[in-house]
C-alpha cells in the first residue's frame, strides 16, 4: 500500500487514519456523555449539533487562510485541532463548556475535509482517482472500525471515566497531525490555487449533486438510525456494533467500488447509487421488520462510498487552480442542507416519519434526473450533456 513512506499518497492515507480516530470517538460516545454527566435535554442537544455544523457551512473561508498557511501544512494543523477539541471535551462537561469544545473540533474536521478533497483531487490523476479515494475511504473505515472496537471493549471490560477515552482518542490525533506537519517534505504545489471564492457557472452540475449529497446524508446520519431505534428500540451497545459492521463492509467495499466508477464512469455510478437510494428510502417508509430495517442501513451505508463518483467528476470538468476553493464553496454548498433540513424533517418527523422517508426517495429522484446529465467523458467545455449537444448541433 505504501511504495514510498514519504510520498503524497501515504500523506493523504496519514491523514486517513488520524481523522477517524477523533472523531469516531467523538461521535460514539456523545449521545451518552451529555445525557449522563451534563445532564442534556432535547433542547441542549439540538443546540449542540446546530454548533457543530455551522463550520461546515463556513467551509469556503478555507480560502482566505489558504493566503497565509500551505494546503499541506493546513490540513496537518487541522488534525491538531481536531484532536485538541476532542482530547478536551470530557473536562468540560457543561453547556457552555460543551457548545465551545464542539466547535473547536468541528473547526478542525471541516477544515481538514476540506483539506483532504482538495489534496486529493490535486495529487492524484485523474485515471487513478476512483481507486485511490476509494482507497481512503477504506483507510477511513479501518481506521473507525479499530476505534470503536477499542472503545466497546473498554467499555465492555473496565470502567473507565468519558474523561480519559475522549482525551486519548484527541492525544492520538493530535500525535498522527504532528508526524504529518514534520515527517513529509514539502510537496510542490503542480498548479497555484486561486485565492477568492470562486462560483462559476460552468459548476452548476457539482453544485446540484453536492447540495443534494448534504440532504441524502443528513437523513441517512440523522432519521435512518433513528428510526432503528426509535420504532425498534435499538439499544447503543448494538448500534456501535452496528457500526462497526459497516466499517468492516466499507473497508472490503470501498475500493471495488472506486475501480468500478473509473471503469462504466461517473454518470452509470451516480445512476446505480440513486436508484439504489430511491428503493432504500421507499423501505424505510415502510419497514415493519428490524431485520429488514438493518440490512436497509447497511445497503445505505455501502451506498455512501459510491458519491466519490461526485467528486472524480468536479476532477475533470475543473480548471485546477479552481479546486482549493471550490473544495471549500462545496462544503459550504452541502451543510447549507446539514443546517436546515435536520429541524425541518424533524417536525415531518413529529407528524409522521414516513413522509421524512418519502421526501429522501423524491431527493434521490432529483439526483438521478440531474445524473444523468453528466457526459460520458467529462472535460472543460463539456461538463454536462447539454454542452456536449449544442456542440453538436453547432457543427451540424
Request: with cysteine; net charge positive.
Given at each position: ?5 514519504r ?29 449522563e454527566?451534563a ?30 498557511f ?7 494543523l487541522s ?7 476532542t ?8 453547556f ?17 475535509e ?23 475511504i477504506?483507510i ?71 447540495f ?58 451516480l ?30 451505508n455501502i ?43 424533524g ?50
Amino acid at each position: 500500500m505504501f511504495p514510498n513512506v514519504r510520498s503524497k499518497k501515504t500523506f493523504l492515507y496519514v491523514l486517513a487514519v488520524g481523522s477517524p480516530i477523533a472523531f469516531a470517538a467523538w461521535q460514539a460516545l456523545l449521545n451518552n456523555f451529555v445525557v449522563e454527566v451534563a445532564n442534556f435535554s432535547g433542547r441542549e442537544i439540538g443546540i449542540l449539533q446546530s454548533l457543530r455544523e455551522i463550520p461546515g457551512f463556513l467551509a469556503f473561508t478555507v480560502v482566505f487562510l489558504l493566503v497565509y498557511f500551505r494546503q499541506q501544512n493546513f490540513s496537518a494543523l487541522s488534525l491538531i485541532l481536531l484532536g485538541i477539541g476532542t482530547a478536551i471535551t470530557g473536562f468540560f462537561p457543561s453547556f457552555l463548556g460543551l457548545y465551545l469544545t464542539t466547535v473547536l473540533m468541528s473547526i478542525g474536521f471541516h477544515y481538514l475535509e476540506t483539506m483532504q478533497t482538495s489534496l486529493s483531487l490535486q495529487w492524484l490523476t485523474k485515471e487513478e482517482a476512483p481507486r485511490e479515494l476509494g482507497k481512503i475511504i477504506s483507510i477511513r473505515a479501518a481506521s473507525t472500525l479499530g476505534v470503536l472496537t477499542i472503545i466497546y471493549s473498554v467499555l465492555m471490560l473496565f470502567q473507565t471515566s468519558y474523561v480519559w477515552i475522549y482525551a486519548s482518542a484527541g492525544l492520538s490525533a493530535v500525535i498522527i497531525g504532528i508526524f504529518c506537519r514534520f515527517s513529509f517534505p514539502k510537496f510542490v504545489e503542480k498548479v497555484e490555487q486561486r485565492k477568492e471564492i470562486i462560483l462559476r457557472k460552468r459548476y452548476w452540475l457539482y453544485y446540484s449533486l453536492t447540495f443534494l449529497a448534504g440532504a441524502r446524508r443528513q437523513i441517512f446520519m440523522v432519521f435512518a438510525g433513528f428510526l432503528l431505534v426509535q420504532k425498534f428500540g435499538f439499544p447503543l451497545d448494538k448500534m456501535i456494533l452496528l457500526i462497526i459492521i459497516n466499517s468492516a463492509i466499507t473497508i472490503w467495499a470501498a475500493p471495488k467500488l472506486g475501480i468500478l466508477i473509473g471503469k462504466i464512469g461517473e454518470r452509470r455510478a451516480l445512476t446505480f447509487e440513486y436508484l439504489g437510494l430511491i428503493i432504500i428510502f421507499l423501505s424505510y417508509a415502510v419497514v415493519d421488520s428490524l431485520y429488514v430495517a438493518l440490512v436497509l442501513y447497511i445497503l445505505d451505508n455501502i451506498l455512501f462510498s459510491m458519491s466519490l463518483a461526485i467528486k472524480t467528476y468536479f476532477q475533470k470538468i475543473a480548471d485546477p487552480a479552481d479546486i482549493a476553493s471550490t473544495a471549500g464553496v462545496s462544503f459550504t454548498i452541502n451543510h447549507i442542507a446539514s443546517v436546515l433540513l435536520p429541524a425541518v424533517l424533524g417536525l415531518v418527523w413529529i407528524q409522521n416519519h414516513s413522509t421524512v422517508f418519502v421526501i429522501g426517495a423524491f431527493i434521490a429522484g432529483i439526483s438521478l434526473i440531474l445524473s444523468r446529465v453528466i457526459p460520458d467523458s467529462p472535460e472543460q467545455g463539456i461538463e454536462t450533456r447539454l454542452n456536449t449537444n449544442r456542440e453538436k448541433n453547432s457543427e451540424i
